[in-house]
C-alpha cells in the first residue's frame, strides 16, 4: 500500500510524493522513506484512501532519478566532484573522496542525481522560523512565475528538523535558532550543491535582530560580525583546540543588495553596519529579563553604547557562523536581519503584532527583489 502525500515541487513541475511501500521498510534506507515521482492515483479497494501504481510512460524519468527500492546511487563517485572549477560551490574535506555516497541525515537525502536535480541552484535563502520561509518560498515561486496550475512548493526530505523547498533556482530553507543549528544545515547544503556542481551561488540569511540605535522595522545588512567580545571572529572548540575564522562579508554582495534594492519598484529602507552574533539570548546579549542576571542596568548599557560606537547595529545569533563559514568557502554570502525594537530604549519587544508582522517580511521583499532581477539577467545572457 502508498499513501499519496501532497505534491512535490521539483524544477517547476509537479509531483506525487508517496510513502515507502510497508512491505520494503526492512530495505537500506538512504533516503527519506518516499518516492518523488509522478504516478496515476488510483481508489483502493479495501481502504477507500489513493494508491498509486507507477506508470510506464515515466520509466525513463523513473530511472533518472530512483530505482523502485529507493534513490540509486550516484554514477560519479563522491571524488569525482572534487575538482576546482569557476566559481563552483566546492567543500574543502579531503575525507569525502573516499564515500561512494553521502548520506545527507538532516536533510533526508544522500547526493545521488545531486548534478540533476539541484546543479541549476543560483541561491540559497535561510531563515530562522519554518513558517517564515515556508511563506517566503511561496512567494518567490509567485515572483519567478514556477508555481505552475497554481499548486505552491512543498517541502522536500525530512522536515522534523529543517523544513526546505526548491524553488526554481533556489533552495528555501529553515535553519532554527541559533549558530549550532545553521552550522548543520549549511554543511550539508554545501556538500550537495558541490555534488550538483552549481555555480555562482549567493547564500543568504533572512531574520530578527534586536536594533542598536535604530529603529524597529529597520533592515540593518551585515557588513561584519563579532562575537560578545566586539571581535570580528567565531570561535569554535575543534579537538581540544580553539579555532578562530574570520566573519568578514565576501566582497561585492553588500554593494549589489544595495544597488538592487534602490532599482526595486518599490525600495525599502536599508542600513548597513555590523552585526553582533551572540549564543545566548538573554546573558549573552546583555539582557535584564532573564532567570539569570549577574549584572547591572547601567553595565548593561555601557556595553551597548560601546557596541554602537563600534559600528554594530542589530545583535542576533547566526551570523558569526554563516559569515565565518562563507567566507572559508568564498561563497557569496548576504545577511539581511529586521529590527523588533531598539536595545538602547529596552529589552521587551513592545511593537504591536501586526507591525511586527509587517516588519518580518522585509527582508524576504529585499531578497525576493535581488533574486527576480539577478536571475533575469542571467536567464537574458
Not at 89 to 99: A, D, F, G, I, S
Not at 300 to 316: C, P, S, T
Not at 322 to 351: E, K
Request: charged fraction near 20%.
Amino acid at each position: 500500500q502508498r499513501v499519496a502525500t501532497p505534491p512535490q515541487a521539483y524544477s517547476g513541475i509537479q509531483f506525487l510524493q508517496l510513502q515507502r511501500p510497508r512491505i520494503y521498510q526492512h530495505f537500506p534506507q538512504t533516503h527519506s522513506r518516499r518516492f518523488d515521482y509522478l504516478f496515476f492515483p488510483v481508489c483502493h479497494w479495501k481502504t477507500g484512501i489513493m494508491a498509486a501504481f507507477r506508470s510506464t510512460m515515466f520509466s525513463n524519468l523513473l530511472n533518472q532519478h530512483h530505482s523502485f527500492f529507493g534513490p540509486r546511487m550516484a554514477r560519479r563517485t563522491v571524488s569525482q566532484t572534487a575538482a576546482v572549477m569557476g566559481n563552483r560551490v566546492m567543500y574543502q574535506n579531503e575525507n569525502l573522496k573516499n564515500l561512494d555516497s553521502d548520506f545527507l541525515y538532516h536533510l533526508g537525502i544522500t547526493n545521488a542525481n545531486a548534478k540533476e536535480l539541484y546543479g541549476d541552484v543560483k541561491y540559497v535563502c535561510c531563515g530562522g522560523s519554518a513558517s517564515r520561509m515556508t511563506q517566503f518560498a511561496k512567494a518567490l515561486a509567485d515572483r519567478l512565475g514556477v508555481s505552475p496550475h497554481g499548486l505552491g512548493p512543498v517541502p522536500i526530505g525530512k522536515t522534523d528538523r529543517y523544513t526546505w523547498f526548491k524553488v526554481g533556482p533556489a533552495l528555501v530553507s529553515s535553519h532554527g535558532m541559533g549558530q549550532p543549528s545553521f552550522s548543520i544545515l549549511l554543511h550539508e547544503v554545501t556538500k550537495l550543491l558541490s555534488y550538483a556542481e552549481a555555480e555562482d551561488v549567493t547564500y543568504f540569511r533572512l531574520g530578527s535582530s534586536g536594533g542598536v540605535g535604530v529603529p524597529p522595522g529597520t533592515v540593518v545588512l551585515t557588513t561584519e560580525a563579532v562575537d560578545g567580545e566586539i571581535k570580528p571572529q567565531y570561535s569554535l572548540p575543534i579537538l581540544g583546540n580553539m579555532v578562530h575564522r574570520r566573519t568578514t562579508v565576501v566582497p561585492g554582495v553588500v554593494d549589489d543588495i544595495v544597488a538592487s534594492n534602490a532599482a526595486a519598484e518599490v525600495p525599502k529602507s536599508i542600513v548597513t553596519g555590523k552585526t553582533m552574533s551572540a549564543d545566548c539570548f538573554y546573558e549573552g546579549q546583555g539582557r535584564l529579563d532573564g532567570a539569570i542576571c549577574d549584572y547591572e542596568d547601567k553595565d548593561k548599557m555601557e556595553f551597548l553604547h560601546k557596541l554602537h560606537d563600534a559600528g554594530v547595529r542589530n545583535i542576533e545569533m547566526e551570523a558569526g557562523q554563516f559569515l565565518s563559514f562563507t567566507n572559508r568557502l568564498g561563497i557569496r554570502g548576504a545577511i539581511l536581519c529586521v529590527t523588533l525594537l531598539d536595545r538602547l530604549q529596552g529589552d521587551q519587544v513592545l511593537t504591536p503584532i501586526e507591525e511586527l508582522e509587517a516588519f518580518d517580511g522585509r527582508p524576504g521583499e529585499i531578497v525576493r527583489d535581488y533574486i527576480a532581477q539577478d536571475y533575469a539577467k542571467r536567464s537574458s545572457a
